[in-house]
């Protein structure tokens, strides 16, 4: 166990529709990462926060928005959505934005399946 | 663009070291070799990292090329819980990681 938690894991919707995928990091992380992973693509960086704000953008696309609370748990947006989205989406945390080990070492939740029909 | 080159599967016998490969031949002097594993479809797992000496953790072993253009994971009894997905990643601008594809490790009994 990591210490991140995602709700929910599993998720089936239709297309065109709007879901928001949580994510709590580890107690003390002040930086949360959003990934998604399709069976074709493997793990892609889509977005960074720390503490709040905007880090780092990845391939995340115009439809998906995130956003990072004062509590430090964070919410993935994804919305019109198409087939091509489902997959798994994994949040991570980590203690700072950057640097070396410990505080640089990102740890992944058990990630929430996405399934798009 | 790759940062990171990985066979795409292995085998190893279970109790045998297991040495999964990595080349990074594009890293520059300050960027770190992470390695993770990722079991089934469950959440990327921290394995070891390292910049330019040998690293050893409960879990592996990180050898690193003097050029430091490629480095070796080395799990040293490979049991049947090691089969995974494992990742060498360097990051990129920041802490933003990328993964590739990753050699599929398989440990046959």
């Known amino acids: 166990d990591s210490g991140v938690t995602q709700t929910p894991k599993h998720l089936i919707t239709a297309t065109g529709q709007r879901v928001t995928l949580r994510c709590s990091p580890r107690?003390?992380?002040?930086?949360v990462y959003w990934y998604q992973q399709s069976l074709d693509q493997g793990l892609q960086f889509l977005i960074q926060?720390?503490?709040?704000?905007?880090?780092a953008k990845g391939n995340i696309l115009e439809r998906f928005s995130a956003q990072q609370f004062p509590d430090l748990h964070s919410e993935l947006n994804l919305s019109s959505l198409e087939l091509g989205d489902s997959a798994l989406y994994f949040c991570a945390s980590s203690v700072a934005a950057s640097g070396r080990y410990p505080r640089g070492t990102q740890y992944f939740g058990p990630g929430t399946r996405l399934l798009v029909l | 663009d790759a940062k990171t080159t990985q066979p795409t599967s292995m085998d190893c016998a279970e109790g045998r070291a297991a040495n999964l490969p990595c080349n990074h031949s594009t890293i520059s002097g300050n960027e770190y070799v992470y390695w993770y594993r990722q079991i089934h479809s469950q959440g990327p797992q921290y394995i070891i990292h390292g910049l330019k000496n040998n690293e050893t953790n409960e879990m592996a072993s990180l050898i690193i090329t003097e050029d430091r253009k490629s480095s070796t994971l080395i799990l040293p009894h490979a049991t049947l819980r090691d089969t995974a997905v494992y990742y060498c990643i360097v990051r990129v601008a920041g802490n933003q990681f990328y993964f590739g594809t990753g050699t599929s490790l398989t440990v046959i009994p």
């Open positions: 926060y720390y503490n709040g704000e905007e880090r």
């Open positions: 107690s003390g992380d002040l930086s």
